[in-house]
């Protein structure tokens, strides 16, 4: 299904759309998406609908090695050379716009909330910050002070950065051209 | 530690059990699904349909659409025809499950073995920020000076490390 929808079909974060060419933004990105990933699985381990429960169990392990590995780069490259820390203080101001939608509830999420089934993102947001503040704290990096990154149309309905686009066609593109995988 | 439930005694069964537990890990070919803690239980259901569950590894794992095709050929060809494989996700499968057979396996063919897993409990998730490296000994000459070079190995759940005494590279299964 993933590889014939339109773009705004897509439903995700727009953190996850960002370019992975560099490093530090890599880890960065990484970091932030895991530490919320993992606070959202840990809750979700005593959701009603069993399966969700049983894959954020399995989730949260598989994740905490990730943010592990994540948070370590980060302080690694911070107190590592005057290069490896300006890539990493560039990263925080190219990914630091995305990390308030993470947190900003869909209706959906909201409702299936209510429903003590899923998750609102916006109740994690005290224990990211704890996690990050410690990581920023070990890479001595003072908190980014940048302004979240403006919406096109609303939250999770299909509103994506430019680098959507060129990403969906590039994961497309084998599926399009060689449909069921026939060749 | 593995449940591979022995409770009625089907000769039919038991051939079924002996067969799936013959089937090794695609990417890890040293291991039967036995060794590696996957083959969680052999059955037949009501309907006379040989019923197989196992315990996916990682989620994701590319390995198991493989290990389900390999089981279900093997009992084919052993002549069960009517085989239904279930993924249970119930509890977690943990690289503590590894038998020591599995262990002993994964060494003689140059892998390190994975050390405990860390126990996760209710509630936030501690952060790990210092490197708490295991002594690992290298499995091709037993030294315990080694070094991890690479938190990945050649699959995503091994690590990549080197053993200063002898001066080999090898892989080391990571806990989880």
Known sequence: ?183 | MNAVTTAVIDPSVERAREVAASVTDPEMPMLTLVDLGVLRSVDRDTDGRVVVAITPTYSGCPAMATMRADLECALATAGFTDVVVHAVLTPPWSTDWITDAGRRKLAEHGIAAPGTARVLKDGPIALTLTVHAPVVHCPLCGAADTERTSEFGATACKSLHRCRSCGEPFDRVKEI
């Open chain 1, 1 to 183: 299904m993933a590889f014939f929808r339109d773009e705004t079909q897509f439903r995700n974060v727009r953190l996850v759309e960002l370019d992975n060419g560099d490093f530090a933004c890599s880890v960065t990105r990484l970091l932030v998406f895991s530490t919320h990933r993992l606070a959202i699985l840990q809750r979700l381990r005593t959701s009603r609908d069993n399966v969700l429960a049983a894959v954020a169990a399995k989730g949260v392990k598989e994740i905490t090695y990730h943010r592990d590995y994540a948070a370590r780069w980060l302080v690694t490259l911070a107190c590592g050379t005057e290069q490896s820390r300006r890539r990493v203080e560039e990263a925080l101001i190219t990914v630091w716009p995305y990390v308030a939608e993470l947190f900003t509830a869909h209706p959906v999420e909201r409702r299936i909330a209510g429903s003590g089934v899923g998750v609102d993102p916006s109740t994690v947001r005290d224990e990211f910050d704890s996690v990050i503040t410690q990581v920023f704290h070990a890479a001595e990096l003072p908190q980014p002070a940048v302004a979240p990154a403006p919406h096109g149309g609303g939250h999770r309905d299909g509103d994506h950065t430019d680098a959507m686009a060129a990403f969906v066609g590039e994961m497309q593109s084998l599926a399009r051209e060689h449909t069921m995988g026939v060749w």
